[in-house]
Structures are given as C-alpha cells and as structure tokens.
C-alpha cells in the first residue's frame, strides 16, 4: 500500500497532463484528466486501443453527473443512489464541454463513481474527472493487481498507484439510458436481479448485435492461448494430444489427469470466483499451453459477468 504523498504525486502527474495506473474495487485503470484531449490520446496509444472505443469517465461525487451529462432520468437517479460508490457505470447524453476523443465521437458519456478509496482521493486531488479504461493491452484480460499492470505497460505510464488486489475482479456493470427502457451493455460487479430489483426489467441485447456499445466486441477479454468452455473439460477426445489447463469453477468431478489447473472457488462462491477470475487466466496463460478450457459457470449474480467474459475470451470472432 501507498501514502497520500504517492497519490498527491499521481494527481500532480494527472493535473500536468500525464497518464497514472490506479486501482478501483474492479480492474485497475489507465487514467488522465477526462478534458485534456492529448492525455487521453496517450491512453489509446499506450493500450493500442482503437479510437471507436469510448472511455468510461470516472468522478468522486455523484453531484458531478449533472455537470457532464444532459438529463439524468430518474431511474437513473435510483442506481446511482443504490450503487455509488460501486461496480455500475451509467450511459447518459453527454455535454458538449466533454472532448470527442473520451466518447469516440459518440454523444453519450459513460459515468462512474468507483469504490476505492485510492481512486477517490485520486479523483479528488487531480480535480477533474478521470477517463479510464482498465489498464491493459486492448483486447487482453483485464489487471487486477499491479502486477499485472507492471507486466504489460510498466514503463509505458507515468506512475503506478499500488493498491493491491482488486475486490471485486470483473468490470463495472454497464447500463444504457438513452432509451425509453435501461439496456444492460455489459454485465459486471452489479448483477442484473441487484439492478432488477431498483428498477424493474432492463433489456438484454443479444452479444452479436450491441450496436450502441462500441467495445463490446465478440472477440476481448482474451488470452493469448485459445481458449474453450466445455462442460466435458479434459475428458473429452478433443484434448487427447494437447497440453490442456483447467480453468474450474468449485474443483474437479474425478481425478484429474491434467497437472494444469485453477479453481475460481472450492465453496462455489460467485463472487469469489469473479476476484480470482482474471488472475486465474493470466496465470494459465503464462504456462504455453495449447488450450484452456474453461468449465461453464452457473448465471446468475455475478456468474453472468463472468460467462460473459469468459465466452468472449472464447470467441473466434474479433
Ligand atoms: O470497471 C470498470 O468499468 C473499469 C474500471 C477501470 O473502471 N473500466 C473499464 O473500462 O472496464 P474499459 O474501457 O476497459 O471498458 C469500458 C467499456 C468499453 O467496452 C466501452 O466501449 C464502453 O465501456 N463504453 C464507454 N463509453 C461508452 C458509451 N458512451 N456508450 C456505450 N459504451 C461505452
Ligand atoms: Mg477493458
């Protein structure tokens, strides 16, 4: 853990128009100064991300939504209540004042307020608001812990704010307002019956066509050895000849004969297997394996977020 000297140097190198690593309760992030275009720019550029891809903004105050964003309908209000500081992110109309480079040139901003103590102070102290992705090469599994971060994009960012391992483990849950009904863009650290039970029914577009959320690509989330959900796991035929990992949820059903294996939760606890998540897969990927395969987790709660993930991962499609 770091002082508050470490995070007073971090908002200083925000506040020149620098790039700084940072840890939420999700993924750390890749952040800089949400109006200062040329910093935002070194984002995409560190994480070779393509500039159709909007970024999330972060803030330390839901007061400050009202400063970005046009109207914030009143389900909208309801969310934010519940669940900020926390995993949610909210799409609304944006202001004009917000630089095209964060939205990709969209007319909306994503919003969130995370729950980490770092990350607020660090809001704070910079004061302005953060644009952020998760702080990893576009494409590949997200970090949560600096570790990973120091592995991937070390000595391409200005400082790195260590604030150990991520709680939660997968992303912020994305819901869109700009519709008559709230669409779930991204299932995450919120789970769909938490959002449900605020505010009713929220639609669900299917993972092909998500024309309103740039980045959700089929094809992200990925490591580099290919990876595959199968209920069979290493029983079946189709991994006879091939150096195999495991990727399980609780443990196996029999003995298994595969040395390489991670267990996301020997209790079957969800949200535990959503902080080891990522972790999990880095470190299989680290064996050169020539696949992983991934046991189906069951979806409910924070087990939807995590299947998305994983059959993104999964997914042949970029
Ligand atoms: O938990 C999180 O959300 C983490 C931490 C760092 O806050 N951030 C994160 O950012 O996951 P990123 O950039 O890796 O993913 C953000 C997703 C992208 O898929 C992007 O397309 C979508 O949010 N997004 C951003 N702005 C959007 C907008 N205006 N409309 C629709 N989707 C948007
Ligand atoms: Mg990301």
Known sequence: MMGDQTIHRAA?????????????????????????PLAVARIFEVKRRPYFD???????????????????PSNAKKLIEKFWPGPLTIVLSKE????????????????????HP???????????????????????????????????LGDQVDLILDGGPCPV??????VSFLEERPVLLRPGGVSLEEIESVIGKVEIPSIEGRPSA????????????????????????????????????????????????????????????????????RRLDALNLDLIVAEPIPEVGLGRAIMDRLRRAASRRE
């Open 169 to 174: 483990g997968v992303e912020s849950t994305i």
């Open 214 to 281: 740039p980045g959700m690509l089929p094809k992200h989330y990925a490591p580099r050895t290919p990876i595959v959900l199968d209920r069979n796991q290493e029983n079946s035929d189709l991994y006879k000849d091939k150096n195999i990992g495991l990727l399980l949820f609780q443990g196996p059903k029999d003995d298994p004969k595969c040395r390489f294996m991670e267990i996301l939760s020997t209790k079957g606890d969800l949200r535990e297997a959503a902080a080891n998540l990522f972790a999990a897969i």
């Open 118 to 152: 770092m990350a607020l102070a660090l809001i704070e102290e910079s004061e302005c608001p953060i644009a952020a992705p998760s702080a990893n090469p576009f494409g590949y599994v997200s970090p949560t812990t600096t570790e990973h971060v120091r592995d991937q």
């Open 12 to 36: 200083q190198i925000i506040k020149k128009g620098g790039i700084v690593t940072f840890p939420t309760e999700t993924v750390y992030g890749l952040g800089a100064n949400a109006f200062n």
């Open 96 to 115: 004009e004042k917000i630089p095209d480079i964060v939205t990709a040139g969209l007319p909306t901003l994503a919003i969130r307020m995370p729950n």
């Open 54 to 72: 909007p970024l999330i903004v972060h803030v330390a105050n839901p007061s400050s939504v009202e400063k970005l964003t046009k109207e914030t």
